[in-house]
C-alpha cells in the first residue's frame, strides 16, 4: 500500500500542470497515466495545437515547463470575419502594449516537455499504469491499479479528459449537448505569410481557423463544419482538399498545401454540475469541455489548476483539511462561474454567426464593424484573449508592463461573468 496526499489520475497537459503546481506546497502527488505520447516530434508539426494566451504562459513558465521556442508559434494580432456581410474586426496585443496575445502550442510538445519536469521533481511519483478501482469515503481514496498496486490518498482529481473515466465512477449530474460540429484538424503551407496573425471566418454554419505556426508560411487548420460535411471533405484527394480549403478561407493567404494527414473531432459541450465533492475533483476537459471557436479549452483547463493549487496550497499551509468538500467549495464556485460564462458565450456565438436570416446578418455586419471601430471595447477583447480578466490565481497573473486598462476593468471579463461574485465567497 503506498500512501500519498493527492492522487491525479490524468498525466496529460492540465493534469501533469495539476501535480507541478503543487511542487512548492508541501504535499506529496500522485500522477497517474497509462499512454505516453510518442517523444519523436516530427519536421511536420503536429495536428493537435492549442492557443496558449498570456496567462497560461506566465503559468507554465513560473513551473519551468514553457516549450522551447523553436516550434513555439506567437500570434501578436487576431483578425474574424464573415463570409456572407464582409464585417471584420481585427484586434492586436498592442493595444495593451504586450508583445503578443499567444502563442500556438503542440499539445504533444506541451505535454512532454510538462512530463520531463514532472520526472525530475522529488514530491511527484509518476505510475505508468491505468486505475481499475476507486473507492472514494469520508477520510481518504484508495485506488488500485491494473497493476495490483494500491495507493491511498486524502485528495481525488480527475484531470483524465473529456471522456472521463473519474468522471464516471463519481456520476456527478452532467449537462451535455452535441454542438453537431466536428473540428478537421490539419497543418498547412500557405503561400502568403501568416504575419504571426490568428484568423478566423464565418461562413454560414463553417467556421474556418488558420493559425500561425513557427514556419511563417505554416499555419494550422481548425475548420469546424457539420460533421457529414468533415466527412465529405476527409474523403477528398489532397488536391480537391486545398482547392476547397483555401476557398473557404476567401484565399487570404493564397493556395494552401496540406502537410501530413487530416483527422475530424466530433465537438461536444459538456459541464459537470458538480466539480467538487467530498475527497474528489474535476478539473479540465473533465469537468467542461467547449466549442473550439475561441481557442480558450486548454486554457479554462490550466486556469482550473492554477487555482486548485492555490486553494490546496492555502488549506495545507494553514492545517485544514485539503479534502473536505466545505473547503473546496470556494474553487467549486470560482471555477464554475467562469466555465459557465465560457460554455454560454460560446454557444452564443456559434448560434448568432450560424443563423442565416437576412436580417440578423445585417444586425451581425454592423455590429462587427462598429465594435473595430470602438477602442475600448477592442481593449477590452485584447485582455480576454491574454487572459488577464476575471477572477486569477496568483501563479497566473502576468506582469503587465503598460497596463491600459484600471484595475476594475481587469477583474471583469470581456463577456459578463459571476466569476468576481466568487471572490466575496472566498
Known amino acids: 500500500m503506498q500512501a500519498t496526499d493527492v492522487i491525479i489520475i490524468g498525466g496529460g497537459i492540465v493534469g501533469l500542470t495539476q501535480a507541478l503546481a503543487l511542487e512548492q506546497s508541501g504535499l506529496k502527488v500522485a500522477v497517474i497515466e497509462s499512454h505516453f505520447p510518442d517523444e519523436c516530434l516530427l519536421d511536420i508539426p503536429d495536428n ?37 456581410s464582409r464585417a471584420q474586426i481585427e484586434f492586436s496585443a498592442q493595444l495593451l502594449h504586450q508583445p503578443h496575445l499567444g502563442h500556438i502550442v503542440e499539445n504533444r510538445l506541451l505535454q ?49 479528459g473529456a471522456r472521463s473515466w473519474v468522471r464516471d465512477q463519481l456520476q456527478p449530474s452532467m449537462v451535455e449537448w452535441d454542438y453537431d460540429h466536428s473540428a478537421l484538424v490539419a497543418t498547412l ?13 464565418f461562413r454560414g454554419k463553417d467556421i ?32 480537391e482538399f486545398n482547392h476547397a480549403v483555401a476557398h473557404a478561407f476567401d484565399f487570404r493567404l493564397g493556395p494552401c498545401q496540406v502537410l501530413g494527414p487530416r483527422m475530424a473531432i466530433p465537438l461536444k459541450a459538456r459541464y459537470s454540475q458538480q466539480f467538487c465533492g467530498q475527497r474528489w475533483v474535476l478539473i479540465g476537459d473533465a469537468a ?22 492555490q486553494t490546496l496550497t492555502e488549506l495545507h499551509q494553514q492545517g485544514r483539511d485539503i479534502g473536505a468538500f466545505h473547503e473546496l467549495r470556494a474553487f467549486e464556485r470560482w471555477r464554475k462561474a467562469e466555465a459557465v460564462t465560457m460554455l454560454a458565450a460560446m454557444e452564443g456565438l456559434k448560434r448568432l454567426f450560424g443563423n442565416a436570416n437576412p436580417v440578423l446578418r445585417g444586425l451581425r455586419g454592423l455590429g462587427l464593424n462598429l465594435t473595430d471601430k470602438l477602442t475600448p471595447i477592442k481593449r477590452q477583447l485584447a485582455a480576454h ?5 476575471g477572477l486569477q490565481a496568483e501563479l497566473s497573473k502576468p506582469e503587465l508592463s503598460k497596463p491600459q486598462l484600471s484595475e476594475q476593468d481587469l477583474s471583469q471579463p470581456a463577456f459578463n461573468s459571476s466569476a468576481s461574485q466568487s471572490q466575496s465567497h472566498r
Open 288 to 309: 467542461h469541455t467547449i466549442h473550439p471557436l475561441a481557442g480558450q479549452g486548454v486554457n479554462l483547463g490550466l486556469q482550473d489548476a492554477a487555482a486548485l493549487a
Open 112 to 160: 512532454l516537455t510538462l512530463l520531463a519536469r514532472v520526472r525530475h521533481s522529488p514530491h511527484i511519483e509518476l505510475f505508468a499504469a491505468r486505475a481499475s478501482t476507486v473507492s472514494v469515503g469520508e477520510q481518504g481514496v484508495f485506488v488500485l491499479l491494473d497493476n495490483g498496486l494500491p495507493i491511498t490518498a486524502r485528495l481525488l482529481v480527475g484531470a483524465d
Open 385 to 389: 484573449a491574454l487572459g488577464i480578466t
Open 48 to 84: 493537435r495545437v492549442s492557443a496558449i494566451n498570456l496567462a497560461s504562459q506566465t503559468f507554465l513558465t513560473r513551473l519551468q515547463a514553457w516549450p522551447d521556442a523553436s516550434r513555439l508559434g506567437p500570434y501578436t494580432s487576431m483578425q474574424v470575419w464573415e463570409a456572407d
Open 189 to 201: 503551407q500557405t503561400t502568403e505569410p501568416h504575419q504571426q496573425t490568428a484568423r478566423q471566418i
Open 208 to 239: 474556418v481557423a488558420f493559425l500561425p505556426l513557427a514556419n511563417a508560411h505554416q499555419c494550422s487548420l481548425v475548420w469546424c463544419c457539420p460533421p457529414e460535411q468533415a466527412a465529405a471533405r476527409l474523403a477528398l484527394s489532397d488536391t
